[in-house]
């Protein structure tokens, strides 16, 4: 099994295509709702309808939480966004949601004394500019908005995030071992798991707390096992790689000023890996196959490729790897039980 972890600056992303979640950092609506909705329909969409192409694409080569979460809401949305590359447009939502995170992360750079409401605040139009800088494609967000004012209502928006932050959290009681931390795990299966965690604590009898911050709202309670999915997901890379299950995985939802705690089992880590295991034979099927099924639901809302998903009347680019035709064996055989555990 080879793990590792290093230092990375969020770029909005935890893979390289992971800003592409529907609604931005509103992102715990798209995980709960394709939880909810189940990996088994997304394998059984998985069928059918295959497109030709030329070998020009690279087959995905690691899961990451959120593009797990688009292939259990619709294998064709994985496909735009992992193997065609589509690009998506920012959304305000998804910007604003980078900035806070930006702001939180950074916080912590000064003493814990110092790290008051009024010092995160003052921190914004710096990360708001160093972010046009790494991100040049944000500022097409306000490009018809030459009187400043949709842009100073975004920015106030971002300014009550950070200060909910602070009716939720402590940072002057907290020293995070972990910021941002990018995590890459591999599995005996060879399945490599990979992810941006916004917060590791650990604690003085070493154990492990992982935090996410999410700029949306809390979800439904019927929704709350979804949203833990990504989290789940983080313990387990988290168990991989450090041979520790995470005491407390702890999703604070600035939008909402909710608190949302669990505290996993290796039966849960054990229960995500299969249900990623076989997640990721569907996809390794639908990849040779190049079946890749739209499945709408209310979230087709959110995404941007409407234009070329029959659902919507359009036509998807020309598939860019080879395939082979379905039915014929595979090593891995057919896909079964993507929504184990
Ligand atoms: S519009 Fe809906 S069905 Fe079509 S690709 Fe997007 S999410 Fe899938």
Do not use: N
Request: net charge negative; glycine share 8%; with cysteine.
């Amino acid at each position: 099994m080879e793990t590792s972890t290093e230092g990375a600056a969020r770029t909005g992303t935890d893979d390289s295509a992971e800003a592409a979640v529907p609604a931005g950092r509103t992102e715990a609506v798209a995980p709960a709702a394709a939880e909810a909705a189940g990996a088994a329909e997304a394998v059984a969409a998985v069928a059918g309808g295959r497109a030709a192409g030329v070998a020009a694409a690279v087959p995905p080569a690691s899961l990451s939480p959120s593009r797990a979460s688009d292939f259990m809401q619709c294998p064709l949305l994985y496909r735009f966004r992992v193997i065609d590359k589509l690009p998506e447009k920012p959304s305000e939502a998804a910007t604003r949601g980078t900035l806070v995170h930006a702001v939180l992360e950074r916080l912590f750079d000064a003493p814990a004394t110092e790290r008051t409401a009024p010092r995160a605040k003052s921190l914004i139009p710096g990360q708001w500019d160093r972010l046009r800088e790494t991100k040049p494609e944000v500022v097409e967000l306000f490009a018809d908005d030459p009187e400043g004012e949709r842009l100073a209502r975004w920015l106030a928006e971002a300014e009550r995030l950070v200060e909910r932050w602070f009716t939720l959290e402590d940072p002057t009681r907290l020293e995070p071992a972990e910021r941002e931390l990018f995590v890459e795990a591999r599995l005996d299966s060879g399945l490599k798991l990979r992810g941006i965690i916004d917060r590791v604590d650990v604690a003085p009898t070493g154990e492990v707390r992982i935090v996410d911050y999410k700029t949306g709202k809390a979800p439904r309670p019927e929704y709350a096992e979804g949203a833990l999915f990504q989290m789940k997901f983080y313990a387990l890379v988290v168990w991989r790689l450090k041979r520790v299950v995470p005491r407390r995985l702890q999703l604070v939802y600035l939008g909402s000023g909710d608190v949302l705690t669990y505290d996993p089992v290796i039966a849960d880590l054990e229960r995500v890996e299969r249900k990623l295991l076989a997640l990721w034979e569907a996809i390794r099927q639908a990849t040779e196959t190049g079946d890749w099924r739209p499945r709408p639901t209310k979230l087709c809302g959110w995404c941007d490729h409407q234009a070329v998903c029959p659902e919507f009347g359009g036509t998807p680019p020309p598939y860019p790897l080879p395939v082979r035709e379905a039915g014929l064996s595979s090593a891995g055989g057919p896909a079964r039980g993507a929504a184990a555990g």
